[in-house]
């Protein structure tokens, strides 16, 4: 069975792209579209009355539109958020998913046609505000000119507790268990830590007498991909990573790595098969 995928990535909020996807998605009738995160209006300027309800005045009504459309033919619509969304439109994400239109799959495990998708929104932390999105990765380290998970902004209060002591390594390994990921499908935010998908446009910047590391993805991520081999893993986050290193895929071992992070005007969209991954390609519209 062909199954013909999407998987876009950190578009935002950008009117003018997200058309161009509906255009694609009613063209090309996918099995399934992945929505990486960083969906919605950049960062901190979300949290002010401003900047409008996005998910129930524009995505999910311009999804619905698509789906009366389509019917029977409408792909399954997987999401996650990313560090760049406030936590606070979760409650509007569930609520859409609930009359169907997309499936929310942070820290969910769902079933597609004989595969497995996981969603995982976290990533370590960032020189930003906004924390709704950011754990600690393997320990409690933080880059140097990074703003720790217990400091910040957030949208929706945690305890203390969380904000401190989870990580993104505990939270994998809660997550699947001692699951069979032959045939998983991962849709995280963050990149591995020090692959093609994951070079920063950091050179020469120095803070406090100390290079920037370039790489700004996540060590667990990695770690867990090198040791439990998922089929696919899918990811975004640094936007010119693949302008800078060529690349927009890796593999860790047996497990393929793609990402559609970019930092054009342009829509990126990585089309795939689950069965095909060789035959993947990344168009920019």
């Known amino acids: 069975m062909k199954l013909p995928c999407l998987f876009v990535t950190d578009i935002h909020g950008n009117i003018e792209q997200y058309h161009k996807l509906f255009r694609l998605i009613e063209d090309t009738r996918p099995s399934a579209v992945f929505l990486g995160g960083d969906l919605l209006p950049s960062g901190i300027r979300q949290l002010t009355p401003a900047r409008g309800d996005f998910v129930n005045q524009f995505l999910a009504p311009g999804l619905q ?64 505000q906004l924390k709704d999105w950011e754990r600690y990765d393997v320990s409690r380290y933080v880059d140097p000119g990074c703003v720790s998970p217990e400091e910040g902004t957030r949208s929706i209060p945690v305890t203390p507790y969380e904000q401190k002591y989870t990580t993104i390594a505990r939270d994998l390994t809660e997550l699947t268990e001692d699951a069979d990921l ?17 070079r920063a446009a950091l050179d020469e910047v120095v803070v406090d007498y100390a290079p920037a590391d370039v790489y700004v993805g996540s060590v667990a991520v990695r770690e867990f991909i090198a040791e439990r081999q998922p089929l696919l893993t899918l990811h975004g986050h640094v936007h010119e990573s693949p302008r800078i290193t060529g690349s927009w895929q890796d593999r860790i071992g047996r497990t393929v790595c793609f990402s559609a992070a970019h930092d054009g005007k342009r829509l990126a969209v990585v089309h795939f098969d689950p069965a095909r991954l060789d035959r993947a390609t990344r168009e920019l519209y």
Not at 105 to 128: D, I, K, N, Q, W
Not at 182 to 198: C, E, I, S
């Open 65 to 128: 539109r698509i789906r009366d459309n389509l019917g029977d033919a409408y792909p399954r619509i997987f999401m996650i958020l990313g560090n760049d969304d406030g936590r606070y439109e979760e409650h509007a994400v569930f609520e859409a998913a609930a009359r169907g239109i997309w499936d929310y799959c942070h820290s969910r495990v769902l079933t597609f046609h004989g595969y497995s998708v996981y969603g995982y929104a976290y990533v370590p932390p960032t020189p930003f």
């Open 182 to 198: 032959t045939r998983a499908v991962f849709l995280f935010h963050t990149p591995p830590y020090k692959t093609n998908l994951d």
